[in-house]
């Protein structure tokens, strides 16, 4: 091999193996930002393949980011459990532990996270039988009973876990098993804080067929090992993402046609009427507070192919009124959406998701967009 060849062999080898340590790059790409879209560099991953995810983001003491997601590669059908994975930054991935293992024919898939008041990640995860119940006709897939949530606990960063197996009431008559959505907060009291809905039975007993939803605020008081129903959020909603202000106040953003922000002034006793802030079929939201005062509203779209995908807003007044959404991932498939965001110490904003198909990827993950939100208005 002569010298003046020798350069490029080991610069092609260096490529190829940079390439097989990348954890499926979408893109990293700098480009011209313009108005309302995040600015310089936006960075899209395939963090986490071949699971369908539903991914909470949850940021530990120490900084690393914990992802608790379903993992396996399927819309719930199938047996799998809550998996714990762990990031520096939000580029790289490794899976820690499983909070809640599932027995066979059942799934837990699920979840609620966030740190308790001493430092500990909990996560409240529920799922689903695929055993037929008695007196009730055999249903679909995954689809017979909704199972008991666990709120399982980890003093480790997700490597191990314990589980509190009857931390919550039993359920409304007329209503399902509670199941868990977004994140938990501690409280101004020091209280822990989070939301749970219900699916309400057309035949309580005979048919796991819905009529409606339920989602109530739970508060627990002993540092997250047992839980009580404080009150009604949405009386028509199901997947709510809760969200502390500051002092008494809160928002929760919840799903019903589209996505509507609930407040309350006295630590979640009461809620205001709501407000719409996304349009129908755009649904699964996240609310996160940015290092500069803003809100950040990440959801999901599937309203029409163009525009499907993972959509952000911002707000400075508290949400009350919010920017123009911006665009920050385009997904190929309807069947995607549930972002969760965190920002990071140095100002980068980490947006997990799932899709069933993006560009060049047509198969269930857990993606990020690491993107930079654009500078508020002077």
């Not at 209503?175 to 219900?198: M, Q, R």
């Not at 990071?344 to 060049?360: E, I, K």
Request: one cysteine or more; hydrophobic letters at 35%.
């Amino acid at each position: 091999m002569s010298a003046m060849n020798y350069p490029r062999h080991r610069s092609f080898a260096v490529l190829a193996l940079a390439l097989l340590l990348t954890p499926f790059a979408l893109t990293a790409q700098t480009t011209a930002p313009k108005a309302g879209a995040p600015a310089d560099k936006t960075e899209r991953y395939i963090a986490i393949d071949n699971v369908c995810a539903w991914p909470n983001l949850t940021v530990l003491p120490d900084g690393t980011i914990v992802a608790t997601i379903f993992g396996q590669p399927t819309h719930g059908q199938t047996e799998g459990a809550a998996e714990c994975w762990a990031s520096k930054d939000g580029r790289f991935w490794e899976k820690r532990g499983i909070p809640a293992p599932n027995a066979p024919s059942t799934n837990r898939m699920n979840v609620a996270a966030g740190l308790a008041k001493n430092g500990d990640l909990l996560v409240a995860c529920s799922g689903w039988s695929n055993l037929q119940q008695p007196g009730q006709a055999k249903e679909a897939a995954f689809r017979d009973a909704i199972l008991r949530a666990w709120v399982c606990r980890s003093s480790d960063g997700g490597r191990t876990w314990i589980q509190y197996k009857n931390a919550l009431p039993a359920p409304q008559e007329g209503f399902s098993e509670y199941v868990p959505f977004g994140d938990i907060f501690v409280g101004e009291d020091g209280a822990l804080h989070t939301v749970f809905y219900a699916r309400q039975f057309a035949e309580p007993g005979k048919s796991t067929k819905r009529i409606g939803h339920r989602s109530w605020h739970f508060r627990s008081d002993d540092d997250g090992r047992t839980w009580q129903r404080i009150s009604v959020i949405g009386p028509k909603s199901d997947e709510t993402d809760l969200f502390h202000l500051g002092g008494k106040r809160w928002l929760a953003a919840a799903r019903s046609d589209a996505v509507y922000l609930y407040r309350s002034d006295d630590d979640g006793k009461t809620w205001q009427e709501p407000q719409r802030v996304t349009e129908p079929q755009e649904v699964n939201a996240h609310l996160a507070r940015l290092k500069d005062g803003r809100l950040l509203l990440s959801y999901g779209n599937r309203v029409k192919a163009d525009q499907y995908g993972v959509w952000t807003k911002l707000s400075s007044d508290e949400g009350k009124t919010w920017n123009a959404p911006v665009h920050i991932l385009h997904s190929a498939a309807r069947d995607c959406g549930y972002p969760s965001s965190i920002q990071r110490p140095d100002g980068a904003v980490v947006t997990a998701y799932y899709s069933a198909s993006v560009a060049n990827h047509t198969r269930y993950h857990m993606g990020v967009v690491i993107w930079t939100a654009p500078a508020p208005n002077p």
